[in-house]
């Protein structure tokens, strides 16, 4: 049975796609499974990433890492679904044709949004791409801050989204870019909330997937 596939798609730059591409690899990978990463990202983020990981052999163990252009991620895809119980795609912050092969090949398609008006506005052009190529898409608040106004407007108005919102999140956390720098997932740094926040939202992902 071919594995599942991830796409990792939002407009805007900066909105987290390398950061959630990782954390959830790490947390599926702690399950169990064989995780492919693919980065069509040119700026090579989690290229980069994995080949800090690889500096530790045991850590790749599990891991699978290969780059591909637009054009080429469907032939990518089925050879890496053939050999893995999950591909994920991290894509360039774009909404445009190119980006509609990465939505083609998903099981599901994940938008990190930052909490910000600005970051949230962006995201309603992924979801019509992914709506046109028939794909369920979840929305995923990245670096929130409890208890502020920001925090709560964004998080009503993205109610209003045309995608289901997780209410699992990642908070603003220092853990997240720390872990990016060292090749490492958040939940890897240590016992804390960056952990639980990883390991619930790997578990939401992993009912999403397992509902087809």
């Given at each position: 049975?071919?594995?599942?596939?991830?796409?990792?798609?939002?407009?805007?730059?900066?909105s987290?796609k390398?950061t959630?591409?990782?954390?959830?690899?790490?947390?599926?990978?702690?399950?169990?499974l064989?995780v492919?990463?693919?980065d069509?990202?040119?700026?090579?983020?989690?290229g980069?990433w994995?080949?800090?990981?690889?500096?530790?052999?045991?850590?790749?163990k599990?891991?699978?890492?290969?780059?591909?252009?637009a054009?080429?991620?469907s032939?990518e895809?089925?050879?890496?679904?053939g050999?893995?119980?999950?591909?994920?795609?991290?894509?360039?912050?774009?909404?445009?044709?190119?980006?509609r092969?990465?939505?083609?090949?998903?099981d599901?398609v994940?938008?990190?949004?930052?909490?910000?008006?600005v970051?949230?506005?962006a995201?309603?052009?992924?979801?019509?791409?992914?709506?046109?190529?028939?794909?369920r898409?979840?929305?995923?608040?990245?670096?929130?801050?409890?208890?502020?106004?920001?925090?709560?407007?964004?998080?009503?108005?993205?109610?209003?989204?045309?995608?289901?919102?997780?209410?699992?999140?990642?908070?603003?956390?220092?853990?997240?870019?720390?872990?990016?720098?060292?090749?490492?997932?958040?939940?890897?740094?240590?016992r804390?909330?960056?952990?639980?926040?990883?390991?619930?939202?790997?578990?939401?992902?992993?009912?999403a997937?397992?509902?087809?």
């Amino acid at each position: 049975m071919a594995g599942q596939v991830i796409t990792v798609a939002q407009q805007k730059g900066g909105s987290g796609k390398t950061t959630l591409a990782a954390n959830l690899a790490i947390g599926f990978r702690e399950r169990g499974l064989r995780v492919a990463l693919v980065d069509l990202d040119p700026q090579g983020s989690l290229g980069r990433w994995f080949m800090t990981r690889a500096e530790t052999p045991d850590l790749v163990k599990g891991l699978e890492f290969a780059t591909s252009s637009a054009w080429g991620i469907s032939y990518e895809c089925r050879k890496l679904a053939g050999e893995n119980d999950l591909v994920i795609i991290d894509t360039p912050p774009k909404a445009d044709s190119d980006l509609r092969p990465a939505l083609r090949v998903a099981d599901l398609v994940m938008v990190p949004v930052a909490v910000s008006h600005v970051d949230l506005w962006a995201t309603e052009s992924v979801l019509d791409l992914a709506e046109r190529e028939g794909k369920r898409a979840l929305v995923v608040l990245n670096r929130g801050k409890a208890g502020t106004r920001l925090g709560a407007e964004v998080a009503e108005a993205a109610a209003g989204l045309a995608a289901q919102v997780l209410p699992q999140a990642f908070a603003h956390r220092v853990a997240y870019a720390e872990a990016l720098g060292r090749g490492r997932g958040a939940g890897e740094m240590g016992r804390g909330p960056a952990r639980d926040e990883v390991a619930a939202l790997t578990e939401a992902v992993a009912q999403a997937l397992a509902a087809g």
